[in-house]
């Protein structure tokens, strides 16, 4: 079999209400690339990444005049077209590398005639439980979505998607207020839903101090882990000393060079492995390998993804063993997706993992047109810069908070 086109398509599909972190806001639409990777035999394979827009774009065109010829079934041959491990200056390319690669598996498993999680080890779940994904975000008036600015709005938007998604574990996106307000925010939540488990994740914008302040502050709560409190892997390294709560990383630890140095000495417990940032669904099953070998936890990260990534990451989670959390997902925020049917649903806090041949999802064509012209008409956004604070920009450490009384 031979790939003879690959055909980009950038869209921009809505979110419920705009969602704000430590570096500022995702301003109400998540901006994806799709692609479709297209054989000589006519099985057409889907793949996802995020962010670029135009950027992405370009780099796809630019493959394709490369891959044109390539067998889908030579993944390491690919990997190795794509980002030669032995030319790090490659190494920006894994996400394009990883689209690539779903495509890839995807038309693979159509040929075959199984779901990719088979492709990668086999299915040890037929569901995946999922984290809320839980932020401040700005309110939309359209839509009659009220802010979650407030603790009290913040208990009732969770208490919202408890009962719509079944979510018995909880995100909390933090950064955006000072510390002293969201410690009592993530504690109003511990509080308020006993039985569930806990993780906060402030993009790494505090200082050690305040890391290891806040990690001290949280300790009788039924942490899953406090994830990226910090930057750097001697900074969380620094945390990790003070605290009896395991860190995570989906920062410090996104490469298999970074993961090498964390066995040796150790900055993260727990690795998010991200499908994209990786370079592919086999890559994290690799790094997945390593941590389970080194007694490392994992689980899985969210970029933001629309239906095609996330297929990637319910097929990754259905084959790893050593996954023990819940895994994230920004999902539950958007309004709409591009894949035949709508978006996929949440039932008591999981989703099913798709057991239709390849990566089990499909594009609605009606769907990609009208948000590849939504991106048309609003373009990409490179940087999150917050549309009610414009002059605000992220420090490290933070300490240019948003008042919670007034914004
Ligand atoms: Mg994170």
Known sequence: MKIVDIIPTTVSVPLEAPLRHSNGEHWGRFVRTIVEVVTDEGIVGLGEVGGGGEGAELQFKRLKDYLIGHDPFQLEALRYKICNPTASLYNNRLQYMAAIEFACLDIIGQKLNQPVYNLIGGKLRDKISFASYLFFRYENQELGIEEVRTIEQLVRHTRALKERCGFRTHKLKAGVFPPEYELDAYKALAAEFPQDHFRIDPNACWSVEDSIWFAKQ??????????????GLNGMRRVREKTTIPLATNTVVVTFEQLAQNVLNP???VILLDTCFWGGIRACVKAAAICDTFQLGISVHSSGELGIQLSTMLHLAAALPNLTFAIDAHYHQLLDDVIAGGKMEYKDGQIAVPDE???GVKLDRDRLQEY??????????CYDRDSRRPDWYPLLPNDRWADPEVQ
Not at 372 to 380: S, T
Request: aromatic share 14%.
């Open 267 to 269: 900055a993260a417990d």
């Open 357 to 359: 041949p390849g990566l």
């Open 218 to 231: 949280i300790e009788s709560i039924r942490n899953d882990y406090l994830e990226d409190p910090t930057w």
């Open 372 to 381: 590849a012209e939504q991106f048309r008409r609003q373009g990409a956004y």
